[in-house]
T-cell receptor, first 113, second 116 residues
């Protein structure tokens, strides 16, 4: 059974700092991994989808890396801004033919001005 | 282009009642999935539908049911509501369904259900 863990659960940083969010998964046989952003009480915004054949994926100030063999992904945010404050979730598809995503509990990021 | 839309935005029900939540996928997307998210947790998978057929079911009781219509929109029904059903219900759509791998999923804004 796939399980996803995100560490830390919460993170508070000053504006301008570079930061790394961590995601680990127990079953390394994944097809892809998706990072999402969620603002309080809102839906999920897809940030990056990284395929199992890729090592990295970049979008603006965001960079996601994937190491299947170790069951880990990181989301790197450069030059953080107060508008980056949100909960960040990672998710992987489970096996079995459906598009069920298994999520971590998320990391709540606060960027202080 | 419109994203995934969900209605209603908020809903308040009492225990024992029934509720229907609605979702319209992104134009051209044929796969719709439903998730339940309680406060402080990641979303939990409830159902996936592709081309009007159920492709996956999560560990939820039979009080939860869903269907997909010919226009690919979907409804989630929950009967005999319990206090524990209070949550944010999220709908996600994707274009590809395991062709050859799971597609990127796009989520709607959610429906906040409160059961009193």
């Amino acid at each position: 059974k796939q399980e996803v863990t995100q560490i830390p659960a919460a993170l508070s940083v000053p504006e301008g700092e570079n930061l790394v969010l961590n995601c680990s998964f127990t079953d390394s046989a994944i097809y892809n991994l998706q990072w999402f952003r969620q603002d309080p009480g809102k839906g999920l915004t897809s940030l990056l989808l990284i395929q199992s054949s890729q090592r990295e994926q970049t979008s603006g100030r965001l960079n996601a890396s994937l190491d299947k063999s170790s069951g880990r992904s990181t989301l790197y945010i450069a030059a953080s801004q107060p508008g980056d404050s949100a909960t960040y979730l990672c998710a992987v598809p489970s096996q079995g033919g459906s598009e069920k995503l298994v999520f971590g509990k998320g990391t709540k990021l606060t960027v202080n001005p | 282009d419109a994203g995934v839309t969900q209605s209603p935005t908020h809903l308040i029900k009492t225990r024992g009642q029934q509720v229907t939540l609605r979702c319209s996928p992104i134009s051209g997307h044929k796969s719709v999935s439903w998730y339940q998210q309680v406060l402080g947790q990641g979303p939990q998978f409830i159902f996936q539908y592709y081309e009007k057929e159920e492709r996956g079911r999560g560990n939820f009781p039979d009080r939860f049911s869903a269907r997909q219509f010919p226009n690919y929109s979907s409804e989630l029904n929950v009967n005999a509501l319990l206090l524990g059903d209070s949550a944010l219900y999220l709908c996600a759509s994707s274009y590809l369904a395991w062709t050859p791998s799971p597609g990127e999923q796009f989520f709607g804004p959610g429906t906040r259900l409160t059961v009193l």
